[in-house]
C-alpha cells in the first residue's frame, strides 16, 4: 500500500465516523431546539437564540486560540500533546472564571427581567462544558483518532436532549433549556476527560507555558473571535433592531444553516492535520497542492449540493421542522441556502490560509467583513427585517472569501480557486433560477436539479470520477485502483 493509499484510507475512515457522528450530533441537538421552539414561542426562542450566541462568543474569547493551536502543534509535534493540552485547560478554566464573576456582578445591574437573569446566569455554564469538549477533541483530531472524537461529540448532544426531556415535563421555560445545555454538556464533557486521563494521556500545565501558548495562539483566537461575531451579527441585530420575535424567526431559519456547517466543520478536522504537516516547508511540496485541490472543490461541491436541495425545498424543511407559526422563516432559508456554499469556501480558505501561516490575512480579513456586515444590518434589517439581514450575510460573505482569495492564496492558486469556487456556484444558482421557470412537483424538481447538478460538475471537471473511486476504495479497505 502506496503512502498516498493510507493517507486516503486514514481519511475516508475519519471521515465516515465524523459524518455518523456529526449527523447524530446535529440532529439531536436540533430536536432539542425544534422542541423549545415549538414550545416557547417566537420571543422566548429568540432571547435563547441571542443568548447563545453571547456564550459562544465568551467561549472564543476566553479559548485564545489555544484548541486551534493544539491542532496543529500536535499534528506537528505529537509528544507534545500533554502539555498542549493541559496549558490550553489551564487558560480556559482560568479565563473562564474571570468572565463568568463578570458576568455575574453585572446581571444585578441589567434592565432584563428576573427570569431572563437566571437564564442567562445558568446556560453561561455552558460554555464552560464546550469549552472542555472542544479541548479533549483537539487532542484526538491532532492524533488522527477521530472515532473516539465521533462517540463522545455525539454523546454530548443525546445527553442534553434527555436531559430537556426530562426537566420539561411539567412546562417549557428558559431555564429548562438552560439546565439541559449546561448538565448534559458538562457531564459529558466530565466523563470523557476521566477516561482520557486514564486510558490516552493525563494533561500538564505550567503557568508560564500557558502564558506562552497564549502569546502563540491569539491568531487563532482573534480569527476564531471575528469569525463568531461575523457570523452572529446578523441575529444580534434582528434582535436589538426589529425584536426577540423576529429574532426566533431569523434563528429558525438559521438552525438548519447550522445543521449543515457541521458537516463541513468536521471534515475540516479531517483534513487540517494532514495541510499542517504537508506545508510545514516554506515552498509546499506538490502533495500539498494536491490535497488542497481535492479538499477545495469537494467541499465547495458539498455546499452547492446542499445550497440547491435547501432553496427548492425551504419552504417544506420550515413547516415540518418548526410549525406554522415560523412560516416566514421560509423566505429567509431561502436567502440563506447560498451561504452554504460561501460557508465552505470559508472553510477551505482559512484551512489553507492557517497551513501557510497567513494568520494575518484571516483576522484582517475577518474584522474587514464585520464592519460591513454590520454596517449592511444598519441599512437594511430596519426595512427588511430578517430578510435584511440574510441579505446581509450573503453580501458579506461573499466579500470574505473573496478577501482571503485575493490577499492570501497568492497567484498560482488565485485562477485555480476561482474554478473550483465559481462554476459549483454559478451551476447552482443557474439551476436553482431554472427550476423557477418550469412546473414541476415537489420533490421530483429537487431529484431533477441534482441530477443535472452532479452532472454538470463532472462535465466541467470539478467532480473526478477517478478520484471518488480512489476514495471509495479507500473507505472499504480496498487497494486503490491504479490509473
Same mark, same amino acid.
Given at each position: 500500500?502506496?503512502q498516498?493509499?493510507?493517507?486516503?484510507?486514514?481519511?475516508?475512515?475519519?471521515?465516515?465516523a465524523?459524518?455518523?457522528g456529526?449527523?447524530f450530533?446535529q440532529?439531536?441537538i436540533?430536536?432539542?431546539?425544534v422542541?423549545?421552539?415549538?414550545?416557547? /414561542?417566537?420571543?422566548?426562542? /429568540?432571547?435563547?437564540?441571542?443568548?447563545h450566541a453571547?456564550?459562544?462568543?465568551?467561549?472564543?474569547?476566553?479559548d485564545?486560540g489555544s484548541t486551534a493551536?493544539t491542532i496543529q502543534?500536535g499534528?506537528?509535534? @505529537?509528544?507534545?500533546?500533554?502539555?498542549?493540552? /493541559?496549558?490550553s485547560?489551564?487558560?480556559?478554566?482560568?479565563?473562564?472564571?474571570?468572565?463568568y464573576?463578570?458576568l455575574?456582578?453585572?446581571?444585578?445591574?441589567t434592565s432584563?427581567d428576573?427570569?431572563?437573569?437566571?437564564?442567562v446566569a445558568?446556560f453561561?455554564?455552558? /460554555?464552560f462544558?464546550l469549552?472542555?469538549?472542544?479541548?479533549?477533541?483537539s487532542v484526538?483530531?491532532?492524533?488522527?483518532e477521530?472515532?473516539i472524537n465521533a462517540l463522545f461529540?455525539?454523546?454530548s448532544?443525546?445527553?442534553?436532549?434527555c436531559?430537556?426531556?426530562v426537566?420539561?415535563l411539567?412546562g417549557r421555560?428558559?431555564l429548562?433549556?438552560?439546565?439541559?445545555?449546561?448538565?448534559?454538556?458538562v457531564?459529558?464533557?466530565?466523563?470523557?476527560?476521566?477516561?482520557?486521563?486514564?486510558n490516552?494521556l493525563?494533561?500538564?500545565?505550567r503557568?508560564?507555558e500557558?502564558?506562552s501558548?497564549?502569546r502563540?495562539?491569539?491568531h487563532?483566537?482573534?480569527?476564531?473571535v471575528?469569525?463568531?461575531?461575523y457570523?452572529k451579527?446578523?441575529i444580534v441585530?434582528?434582535?436589538f433592531?426589529?425584536?426577540a420575535?423576529e429574532?426566533?424567526v431569523?434563528?429558525?431559519?438559521?438552525?438548519f444553516?447550522?445543521?449543515f456547517?457541521?458537516? @463541513?466543520?468536521?471534515?475540516s478536522?479531517?483534513?487540517s492535520p494532514a495541510?499542517?504537516?504537508?506545508?510545514?516547508t516554506s515552498?509546499?511540496?506538490q502533495?500539498y497542492?494536491?490535497?488542497?485541490?481535492?479538499?477545495?472543490?469537494?467541499?465547495?461541491?458539498?455546499?452547492?449540493?446542499?445550497a440547491?436541495?435547501?432553496?427548492?425545498?425551504a419552504d417544506?424543511?420550515v413547516?415540518?421542522?418548526?410549525g406554522?407559526a415560523?412560516?416566514?422563516?421560509?423566505?429567509?432559508?431561502?436567502?440563506?441556502?447560498?451561504?452554504?456554499v460561501?460557508?465552505c469556501?470559508?472553510?477551505?480558505?482559512?484551512g489553507?490560509?492557517?497551513?501557510?501561516?497567513?494568520h494575518?490575512?484571516r483576522?484582517a480579513?475577518f474584522?474587514?467583513?464585520?464592519v460591513?456586515?454590520?454596517?449592511?444590518?444598519?441599512?437594511?434589517v430596519?426595512r427588511?427585517?430578517?430578510?435584511?439581514?440574510?441579505?446581509?450575510?450573503v453580501l458579506?460573505?461573499?466579500?470574505?472569501v473573496?478577501?482571503?482569495?485575493v490577499l492570501?492564496?497568492?497567484?498560482?492558486?488565485?485562477?485555480s480557486?476561482?474554478?473550483w469556487f465559481g462554476? @459549483?456556484?454559478?451551476?447552482?444558482?443557474?439551476i436553482?433560477?431554472?427550476?423557477g421557470?418550469?412546473?414541476? @412537483?415537489?420533490?421530483?424538481?429537487?431529484l431533477?436539479?441534482v441530477?443535472?447538478l452532479?452532472i454538470?460538475l463532472?462535465?466541467?471537471?470539478?467532480?473526478?470520477?477517478s478520484?471518488l473511486?480512489r476514495?471509495?476504495a479507500a473507505?472499504?479497505?480496498?487497494?486503490?485502483?491504479?490509473?
Amino acid at each position: 500500500m502506496t503512502q498516498s493509499d493510507g493517507l486516503a484510507r486514514r481519511f475516508a475512515k475519519n471521515t465516515t465516523a465524523l459524518a455518523l457522528g456529526g449527523v447524530f450530533a446535529q440532529t439531536a441537538i436540533i430536536l432539542v431546539e425544534v422542541l423549545m421552539a415549538r414550545g416557547l /414561542g417566537t420571543e422566548a426562542y /429568540g432571547i435563547f437564540a441571542t443568548t447563545h450566541a453571547f456564550t459562544i462568543l465568551a467561549i472564543l474569547v476566553f479559548d485564545l486560540g489555544s484548541t486551534a493551536w493544539t491542532i496543529q502543534e500536535g499534528s506537528r509535534h @505529537p509528544k507534545q500533546l500533554a502539555a498542549l493540552f /493541559g496549558n490550553s485547560l489551564l487558560l480556559k478554566t482560568t479565563a473562564f472564571a474571570v468572565l463568568y464573576a463578570v458576568l455575574l456582578f453585572m446581571l444585578p445591574f441589567t434592565s432584563l427581567d428576573s427570569e431572563i437573569r437566571v437564564f442567562v446566569a445558568v446556560f453561561a455554564l455552558y /460554555g464552560f462544558g464546550l469549552a472542555l469538549v472542544d479541548s479533549l477533541a483537539s487532542v484526538y483530531t491532532a492524533s488522527q483518532e477521530m472515532h473516539i472524537n465521533a462517540l463522545f461529540q455525539a454523546l454530548s448532544p443525546l445527553a442534553i436532549l434527555c436531559v430537556y426531556l426530562v426537566v420539561s415535563l411539567d412546562g417549557r421555560s428558559l431555564l429548562d433549556a438552560a439546565l439541559a445545555f449546561v448538565i448534559g454538556s458538562v457531564s459529558i464533557g466530565m466523563i470523557w476527560l476521566a477516561w482520557t486521563w486514564r486510558n490516552r494521556l493525563r494533561p500538564a500545565a505550567r503557568v508560564r507555558e500557558a502564558l506562552s501558548l497564549a502569546r502563540q495562539s491569539y491568531h487563532y483566537g482573534i480569527s476564531s473571535v471575528l469569525r463568531q461575531v461575523y457570523y452572529k451579527t446578523d441575529i444580534v441585530m434582528v434582535a436589538f433592531l426589529v425584536g426577540a420575535a423576529e429574532a426566533g424567526v431569523f434563528a429558525a431559519a438559521l438552525k438548519f444553516l447550522d445543521f449543515f456547517y457541521k458537516i @463541513p466543520l468536521l471534515l475540516s478536522r479531517v483534513v487540517s492535520p494532514a495541510l499542517f504537516a504537508e506545508s510545514r516547508t516554506s515552498d509546499p511540496n506538490q502533495s500539498y497542492e494536491t490535497l488542497v485541490s481535492i479538499y477545495s472543490r469537494y467541499l465547495v461541491v458539498l455546499g452547492a449540493f446542499a445550497a440547491l436541495v435547501t432553496y427548492l425545498s425551504a419552504d417544506t424543511l420550515v413547516e415540518l421542522a418548526f410549525g406554522d407559526a415560523y412560516a416566514s422563516s421560509g423566505s429567509i432559508l431561502r436567502i440563506l441556502s447560498m451561504v452554504m456554499v460561501l460557508k465552505c469556501m470559508m472553510i477551505v480558505c482559512e484551512g489553507v490560509l492557517s497551513s501557510l501561516g497567513a494568520h494575518t490575512v484571516r483576522w484582517a480579513s475577518f474584522a474587514t467583513t464585520v464592519v460591513i456586515n454590520i454596517v449592511l444590518n444598519l441599512i437594511l434589517v430596519p426595512r427588511y427585517g430578517a430578510e435584511g439581514a440574510a441579505i446581509a450575510t450573503v453580501l458579506s460573505g461573499a466579500l470574505l472569501v473573496g478577501q482571503f482569495v485575493v490577499l492570501g492564496f497568492g497567484r498560482r492558486r488565485v485562477l485555480s480557486a476561482l474554478a473550483w469556487f465559481g462554476l @459549483p456556484s454559478l451551476a447552482t444558482i443557474a439551476i436553482a433560477a431554472a427550476v423557477g421557470l418550469v412546473s414541476v @412537483p415537489f420533490p421530483l424538481d429537487v431529484l431533477a436539479a441534482v441530477a443535472v447538478l452532479a452532472i454538470a460538475l463532472i462535465a466541467s471537471g470539478v467532480v473526478r470520477l477517478s478520484e471518488l473511486q480512489r476514495f471509495g476504495a479507500a473507505a472499504l479497505g480496498k487497494a486503490a485502483p491504479t490509473e
